[in-house]
């Protein structure tokens, strides 16, 4: 299953962006799907995850200021950010858990990330 996200870009402090991530691929189920970012020199965060029937988790720092949602008839992930900080700025990637089968075979587990995209918030 691949991922594509879309959205990045450069923003000023108190802006806002909405990514999006669109999961494609063969015969496929998703599960969970996310968004994590990562800053320089820092490691891979979780920003907020959302399962298949909706349910929301947000990283504290995120909290009240960013929204995920997903429309699951277009297998895509969104993440609403407002109220952006300098401290946003990272390369975000989404993430799409599930289950894939190929022709004849039987389904098995995967774990999927999208390209990354840039987030800059300028002060």
């Known amino acids: 299953v691949q991922l594509q996200a879309c959205g990045g870009g450069l923003v000023q402090a108190g802006g806002c962006l909405k990514l999006?991530?669109?999961?494609?691929?063969?015969?496929?189920?998703?599960?969970?799907m996310g968004w994590y970012r990562q800053a320089p020199g820092k490691q891979r965060e979780l920003v907020a995850t959302i399962t298949s029937a909706g349910s929301t988790n947000y990283a504290d720092s995120v909290k009240s200021r960013f929204t995920i949602s997903r429309d699951n008839t277009k297998n895509t992930v969104y993440l609403q950010m407002d109220s952006l900080k300098p401290e946003d700025t990272a390369v975000y990637y989404c993430k799409a858990q599930g289950i894939s089968r190929s022709f004849g075979s039987a389904w098995i587990a995967f774990d999927s990330w999208g390209q990354g995209t840039q987030i800059t918030v300028s002060s």
């Open positions: 999006s991530c669109a999961a494609s691929g063969s015969t496929y189920r998703l599960n969970d």
